[in-house]
T-cell receptor, first 110, second 120 residues
Framework: RKEVEQDPGPFNVPEGATVAFNCTYS??????FFWYRQDCRKEPKLLMS???SGNEDGRFTAQLNRASQYISLLIRDSKLSDSATYLC???????????FGKGTKLSVKP | GAVVSQHPSWVICKSGTSVKIECRSL??????MFWYRQFPKQSLMLMAT?????????EQGVEKDKFLINHASLTLSTLTVTSAHPEDSSFYIC????????????????FGPGTRLTVL
């Protein structure tokens, strides 16, 4: 089983749609969880951290289920500018490094 | 948040040459820096962890004699791809641990803008 697995997509949605991404991780000892956004040919940028109680930042809502080792990201009222690849990221490497999923590509169409 | 720069942003070289990539923390001291590599449509894969003043720790399958890492100061880590070949063509990204938020309560990794290496 891969360390971090994501729905590969691509997700093609119209503007205004609600879209959800899922992710599972294999290391039950992982303590920190994130969603990063990566635009084409650019470095990843932190979108939001994911907390056990779930957290919301504007149109973005992240959920964590430790028992199922499952993380989700919900984007409401999607905008054209949301088009990017969304990376599920878990802190848990032996050196304290981040472990990245392959990413889910989102394309928001007018 | 903290700023990490990388240089060069892109490089094209002939097979067999060596390429040095610099990663700098501009407004903070980075004891630890991470070097990642990303092939097209793949996830970022950690290559090595660079520690200031000591030897880097390489991930399994990464040749330490091919990918030389030097972290001689708290603001600079370098990755040298020695005798580069076309299969080394990739997007190389460095990052460093830091904190964000007005009171520094959030742990975050700050990424450099990446270096795109193309070996002909």
């Amino acid at each position: 089983r891969k360390e971090v697995e994501q729905d590969p997509g691509p997700f093609n949605v119209p503007e205004g749609a609600t879209v959800a991404f899922n992710c599972t991780y294999s290391n039950s000892a992982s303590q920190s969880f994130f969603w990063y956004r990566q635009d084409c040919r650019k470095e990843p940028k932190l979108l939001m951290s994911v907390y056990s109680s779930g957290n919301e930042d504007g149109r973005f809502t992240a959920q964590l289920n430790r028992a199922s080792q499952y993380i989700s990201l919900l984007i409401r009222d999607s905008k054209l500018s949301d088009s990017a690849t969304y990376l599920c990221v878990v802190n848990g490497g032996s050196q304290g490094n981040l472990i990245f999923g392959k990413g889910t590509k989102l394309s928001v169409k007018p | 948040g903290a700023v990490v720069s990388q240089h060069p942003s892109w490089v094209i070289c002939k097979s067999g040459t060596s390429v040095k990539i610099e990663c700098r923390s501009l407004d903070f001291q980075a004891t630890t820096m991470f070097w990642y590599r990303q092939f097209p449509k793949q996830s970022l894969m950690l290559m090595a962890t660079s520690n200031e003043g000591s030897k880097a720790t390489y991930e399994q399958g990464v040749e330490k004699d091919k990918f030389l890492i030097n972290h001689a100061s708290l603001t600079l880590s370098t990755l040298t791809v020695t005798s580069a070949h076309p299969e080394d063509s990739s997007f190389y990204i460095c990052s460093s641990d830091g904190t964000s938020g007005s009171d520094g309560t959030y742990n975050e990794q700050f990424f450099g803008p990446g270096t795109r290496l193309t070996v002909l």
